[in-house]
Structures are given as C-alpha cells and as structure tokens.
C-alpha cells in the first residue's frame, strides 16, 4: 500500500508561516480556526494578502508540524521508503524548495515528492492524507480507496466536511493516522 502525504498543513505548518507575516507586514491578525476555506482571507482582506505566496525562500522559516518527523519515519518503516511519497499542489517557486525540505526533514526521496494538482489522478494505487477536504473528497470518488483528512489537533478551521463521505476519516493527531492506515490496509490493501 502506498500512502500519500499532502505537505502544506500536513506535515509542515505553512498556514501559521502565512498568518505570522500577515500579522507583521499587513496587521492582519486572525487565526487557522478563522479560516474556513483556503480563499476566505482573500476574499475577506484583498488579494494582497496573497503576496505571500511570492516571498523568496518562504520554507526557511517555516517548520515541520510537531511529530510529523517521527510520523514519516514510522511510515518508511511499516510501509517501506518506496511506498511513502508526498504530494502537493506546488506553485512554481516553490517546488525547489519544497522537494529540498522533504529531504532534509523527512529523508524523502526527491523522486518521492510529486508536484502536482488534480492529486487523485496520482493516488489510486493507496491512500492519500490531506488538510483539504476536496483533495480527499476528488481522491475518493476517482480512485475507491479511502483517505484521510488530516485536522491538526482540530486548528485548521478548513479542514472538515460539511457531511460524512463514505471512505474518508478525520484524524486530528499522527498517531490516529497510524491506527487508521492499519485499519485501512487490512480492509482494503490485503491481499
């Protein structure tokens, strides 16, 4: 089974990255529970609140979620270094970047990080995690394997359903998403 990590606000923490700059160059202060859906600062403050997106080498002040580390690593371990890959939806200039901080925090494989959109077109072969409910929502229906929405101790005010999807389980901490994967890998990954 292979498993799939979604990287922004899956394993590092770019949602707080982003609310610390806006705090300090624009005085916007709001927290990840505000954010409802991924536009609604844009929507709420203006697009210039997406100049962030822009700033040069925005992965060396960011950091990776607490655990995450150690999450990886028990994934190699279980599921093999071959089967664990990450996957997001990169702009441009951040692909670089993103690729050398996933090889340097979670040891992975440069051609074990995908940068790509449409992510369900690239997981059908096991499970995908993911902060965005309609990563994992495309996932599910394209592919008929489950997923799981990844909530970081319930902060990130995006990441929930509106309504249960069949094949989708919200985890809020690293060590239910092992118990979950296990679960998941005896139902639909045993052979």
């Known amino acids: 089974m292979k498993v ?6 899956t394993l590092v923490d770019l949602a707080q990255g982003w609310l610390d700059w806006l705090a300090k160059e624009k005085y916007i202060k709001v927290t990840t529970k505000h954010i409802k859906e991924w536009d609604w600062l844009s929507k709420t403050y203006g697009e210039h609140v997406n100049e962030y997106w822009k700033t040069p080498n925005i992965y060396d002040d960011i950091i990776p979620i607490p655990g995450s580390i150690t999450f990886v690593e028990a994934l190699k371990r279980i599921y ?4 664990i890959l990450i996957i997001s939806n990169s702009a441009k ?6 690729t050398i901080f996933a090889e340097k925090y979670f ?3 440069p051609t074990n990080v995908l940068h790509v959109a449409d992510k369900w077109k ?3 072969e096991g499970v995908l995690i993911d902060d965005a409910p309609h990563n994992v929502i495309d996932h599910v229906k394209a592919n008929q394997t489950p997923a799981i929405l990844f909530n970081y101790r319930n902060k ?3 990441a929930n ?3 249960p999807v069949k094949f989708v389980t919200t985890c809020i901490n690293y060590a239910d998403c ?8 005896k139902k639909f990954f045993s052979k």
Request: hydrophobic share 40%; net charge negative; glycine share 6%.
């Open 4 to 9: 799939f990590l979604d990287f922004d606000n």
């Open 156 to 158: 990130w005010g995006w």
């Open 80 to 83: 093999g270094r071959e089967n």
């Open 178 to 185: 092992l118990t979950e994967l296990a679960k998941i890998k």
């Open 122 to 124: 690239y997981t059908s």
């Open 93 to 98: 200039n951040m692909i670089d970047e993103k």
């Open 161 to 163: 359903l509106k309504e």
């Open 107 to 109: 040891k992975i494989l």
